[in-house]
């Protein structure tokens, strides 16, 4: 399966972004997706994720209520709209599709990854 990741810029504290990520290859339905990411000096971070039915989805606390999973499965989509964003969102975001229900925090079951999509959210 291959992904590629789209959308990102540099936008100002209180902007949105749609990211999105198209998956080629194996069906869409057989994995479970998220995005990742991975700010200057941090570590790599599981941001939301979709399990492969769409019925579970999770969001890191620093993000609910501002950001949004989504996947449309006909058009082999993966999406996360970021609103209100802070400058602490600031990184390079990573979408994957993993192996199982569910993307595991650590991306240890991740079987491919997207190039990664800059953000940049200046104060």
């Known amino acids: 399966v291959q992904l590629q990741a789209s959308g990102g810029g540099l936008v100002q504290a209180g902007d949105s972004l749609r990211l999105s990520c198209a998956v080629s290859?194996?069906?869409?339905?057989?994995?479970?997706v998220g995005w990742f990411r991975q700010g200057p000096g941090k570590e790599r971070e599981l941001v939301s994720s979709m399990s492969r039915s769409g019925g579970y989805i999770y969001y890191r606390d620093s993000v609910k209520g501002r950001f949004t999973i989504s996947r449309d499965y006909a058009k082999n989509t993966l999406y996360l709209q970021l609103n209100s964003l802070k400058p602490e969102d600031t990184a390079v975001y990573y979408c994957a599709a993993a192996i199982g229900n569910i993307v595991s925090a650590d991306g240890s079951n991740v079987r491919s990854w997207g190039q990664g999509t800059q953000v940049t959210v200046s104060s």
């Open positions: 290859g194996r069906t869409f339905s057989s994995y479970a």
